[in-house]
């Protein structure tokens, strides 16, 4: 790349840091802040959309909810349509397994935990606004004078080249470390390092927790799975920090946690319809408006949110989540005596986590339609099986439903290969070896 690319770049990066920076500060109240966002959303739908072919023909001036809803199988089915260099599935497969470059764009992956894994193609430009955008919310005084250099640890199952765009800061020096090799691969190099900051899945910061030898992290920093309360407990009480979340995924940063802990979604680079789903939650269908390469326009996610309606001490105008419940994929589904019935995982979760306070750790499992099955750790006692085989059976009868549930106990090693997800739906039928015990409702 030319030198007056890369700064030019740079530059975007910081533009970026100092307009995100200043959300928390610049807006007295939401409504300022939604109307701000209106108008960079309007802009955006002016001229972005229209640059690539899936909605090349499509009447300029159209409101966002004119565009048709897109989710990952119409986007990948024709993801030629949706970036400006007309890029390929077949050609951004090739070069992810290869430079992970098409030309002068960068082209990275999701891991595929829903098993229909997702390409994303970014520009340089777009590489230094996406750091920009996320050093603004979780090192906010990274460029403050004086401020110390940073070292950052990132534990994921992938790498992108997003994360090496930190290191040409000058102010931070970034490692990765890739999960899928395991921790005894890396973990001696890991604590080396010293990292100021981590952030990794919260299985795994919580298995560094009682490891940990090297000089204490300021901050560490959820992503990739669900934060399950036993995870923060365990790591927040190791490492005397507050641990924060970053929401992200092949769509784009979404979300970060503030200073008070809340998280705050980024709506100051991304629109947010929040559709009902029952039980107080809502799912996201997004539009970026902070992105030109590749059009991320009302694309439907598959993550299950609950709001808070409280302000945030910090300031921040930005929509605050009490809490990222799931996938809607994980929801147990039953049809029974002629009705449909939807649980969500964090009714099961909490069931199994409050029945007994010696669970720190389970597996969840809808084998079928009626089967389920629940495996807790060896260490559990009996008593905290039945109590947990109990607390589950109360939530499917008092929904009138006929479940059968088969509880036991196994080991349930650290999962390096894949998302860990506690609460999920089997793709085909599974029978796992029941150690213990069979209650069925």
């Known amino acids: 790349m030319k030198a007056f690319e890369r700064i030019s770049a740079a ?17 007295p109240d939401r409504e300022r802040f939604l109307a701000w966002q209106q ?4 802009k955006w739908l002016t001229t972005a959309p229209h640059r690539v072919d899936a909605y090349r023909n499509l009447p300029r001036g159209m409101p966002l909810g004119s565009y048709p809803v897109i989710d990952k199988e119409k986007l990948m089915g024709w993801f ?21 470059m098409v030309g002068s764009y ?22 230094f606004a996406w750091l920009g955008a996320i050093l603004a919310k979780t090192l906010p005084d990274i460029w403050k004078p004086g401020a110390p250099r940073e070292r950052v640890a990132v534990i994921l199952p992938l790498h992108t080249r997003l994360y090496d765009a930190a290191n040409d800061t000058g102010r931070i020096s970034l490692r990765f470390f890739n999960l899928q090799d395991g921790p005894e691969a890396w973990v001696d190099e890991l604590l080396s390092f010293s990292p100021t900051t981590l952030i990794a899945p919260p299985k795994i910061l919580a298995w560094l927790a009682s490891r940990w030898t090297a000089q204490p992290i300021r901050r560490a920093y959820a992503g990739a799975e ?5 995870d923060r407990q365990v790591i927040e ?33 991304m629109h947010f319809e929040l559709e009902p789903v029952g039980e107080d939650l809502v799912s996201p269908i997004i539009t970026d408006f902070s992105r030109r390469t590749q059009v991320m326009l009302r694309y439907r996610m598959n993550d299950l949110l609950r709001l808070s309606s409280t302000p945030c001490p910090c300031g921040n105008p930005c929509q605050v989540v009490s809490e990222i419940v799931g996938r809607a994929d994980d929801c147990f589904r039953f049809q029974q005596h002629g009705r449909s019935v939807m649980i969500t995982p964090d009714a099961m979760r909490n069931a199994i986590l409050d029945a007994d306070r010696s669970i720190h750790d389970f597996r ?17 006692s009996q008593s905290g099986l039945e109590a947990a085989a109990a ?27 894949r998302k860990l997800r506690r609460v999920r739906v089997a793709r085909s039928e599974v029978s796992p070896k029941a150690i213990s015990t069979k209650i069925s409702s």
């Not at 108008?39 to 309007?42: A, D, P, T, V």
């Not at 992956?109 to 590489?127: F, H, P």
């Not at 607390?391 to 290969?417: K, M, N, S, W, Y």
């Open 11 to 27: 530059a975007t990066g910081l533009a970026t840091y100092v307009r995100v920076r200043r959300t928390g500060t610049r807006f």
């Open 80 to 100: 030629e349509a949706y970036n400006q260099p007309r890029i390929t599935a077949a050609t951004g497969w090739r070069a992810f397994d290869g430079s992970r």
């Open 106 to 127: 960068h082209v990275g992956a999701s891991t595929g935990t829903s098993g229909n894994r997702g390409l994303y193609v970014i520009s340089e430009k777009e590489r």
């Open 226 to 230: 669900v934060l399950d309360p036993t």
């Open 364 to 380: 969840l499992t809808q084998e079928s339609g009626s089967e389920v099955s629940l495996t807790l750790p060896l260490e559990v």
């Open 39 to 42: 108008r960079r959303l309007l």
């Open 237 to 269: 009480s190791s490492f005397g920090i507050s641990l924060g979340q970053i929401y992200m995924a092949t769509e784009g940063l979404m979300g970060v946690s503030c200073a008070h802990g809340n998280l705050h979604l980024a709506e100051d680079i």
């Open 391 to 417: 607390a589950l059976a109360r939530i499917f009868e008092q929904r009138g439903l006929e479940v059968h549930l088969r509880a036991h106990r196994a080991g349930l090693p650290l999962e390096t290969d």
